[in-house]
């Protein structure tokens, strides 16, 4: 027996999550989410944009930490659009880039209505097939070909779109729900007719705008290896993204494992260490500037609290009376500890005794003056460049890599 499709996660926080509306992240606060994404298991995290200058400094810095065997074994994917010219630009602007998604757009509406012209049914699969065999004679390991409105494409197109791109060298094929128009049973359908089609593993990517995100998700994944393909999801940390955002990190997990009907019965990606969820979601909540609801699934506060009589008293006369999952296993239930007395932080105008106490604090050491001289200079660009007091692992990893941190820095218009 051929052995059973699994499900992967393909993090896309660090392309489809910054490039929403009032979003950002600084580079280092990008990178420290790739070293999060890694240190929980997950399969790739879309890192950024390879033809977009102010993000080359960073995504080669974090390509040599990939290198160093830092930023391993989780694999770094660029995002581009699917022309040969933008392949050559991102290969010669980060030329270690070895996983790639390029993206186009399959709809009628998109096609009539975007490129006006430019480009029609069959020169979108032109455009395609020839961008993935450049990338392929460029060096990239592995490419996966986007659909951008897959949902709205119809289905013989989308099909013949994509054993195009299989044929061209593609190891995936993204199925973009970009407006979140499909439902759980619409999904299901097509990317199990897709996968069985062409026999590729798919991704799904789906948005939010009808508040069926996680659940088109999990469907979508359940479609493709029903169809005997792997499935990789997309998620954001927190569920940013693109107007009502992508598809939750943490609870597009606990759905793969918990859910009625898809826990025991689908493989999920083993390395996936759900301890780290607390502290990613945490992270991120701070780096984007954006409170965590308190009733989002895991990681709100909420999760675990119970009131009323019948759930206070049921949940401590045994957990499972009113809880699916437990709060350790995503790594909660640890004290956090704030500083209520006195404080001293690192900042873009710090000197070095505040420094060194910060720096004490979190027991590093530095050899001589002179390091840490350069590590307080990295600091204040540090907090130049993110604009809020730094948390401690950006402390330790700046201490840790200076010469990776004076890269991710470096900026030059
Ligand atoms: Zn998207």
Known sequence: MDKQPKIYIIDVTNRDGVQTSRICLSKLQKTMINLYLNEMGIF??????????????????????????????????????????????????????????????????????????????????????????????LGAETVGVNAEDASRTNMDYLIKFAQAAKQAGSDRI???????????????????????????????HCHNDLGMVVANSVSGAKGAVDAGCDAYVNTCINGMGERAGNADL??????????????????????????????????????FGVPIPINQPGVGANAFAHESGIHADGALKDRRNYELYDFEELGRGEPEIIETGRKITAGEYSGIKG?????????????????????????RYAN????????????????????IAKKIFKMSP
Request: hydrophobic share 45%; charged share 30%.
């Open 174 to 204: 993204r199925y973009c729900d970009t407006l979140g128009f499909d439902s759980p049973f619409t999904i299901y359908e097509r990317v199990k007719l897709l996968a069985k089609s062409v026999g590729l593993p798919i991704e799904i």
């Open 250 to 287: 943490v609870a597009v997990i606990l759905a793969i494992k918990y859910a009625n009907g898809i826990r025991d019965r689908y493989i999920l990606d083993e390395r996936i260490n759900l301890k780290v969820a607390w502290k990613i979601a945490k992270y991120a909540s701070y780096a």
């Open 44 to 137: 790739q995290s879309e890192f950024g944009f390879p033809i977009t200058h102010h993000e080359t400094n960073y995504l080669n810095a974090n390509l040599e930490l990939a290198k160093m065997g830092i930023l391993t074994p989780i694999r770094l994917g660029g995002w581009l659009r699917a022309t040969v010219e933008d392949v050559e630009i991102a290969f010669s602007m980060v030329s270690q880039i070895k996983h790639l998604n390029l993206s186009i757009s399959t709809s009628e509406q998109m096609i009539s209505h975007k490129f006006k012209g430019k480009l029609d049914h069959d020169s979108v699969i032109k455009e395609m097939t020839e961008a993935v065999k450049r990338a392929r004679k």
């Open 355 to 379: 420094f060194r106490n910060v720096f004490e604090k979190l027991e590093i050491e530095f050899k001589n003056e002179a390091e840490a001289i350069k590590i307080l200079e990295l600091v």
């Open 384 to 403: 130049v460049h993110n604009q809020k007091p730094l948390v401690d692992d950006e402390l330790k990893f700046i201490a840790r890599y200076p010469d």
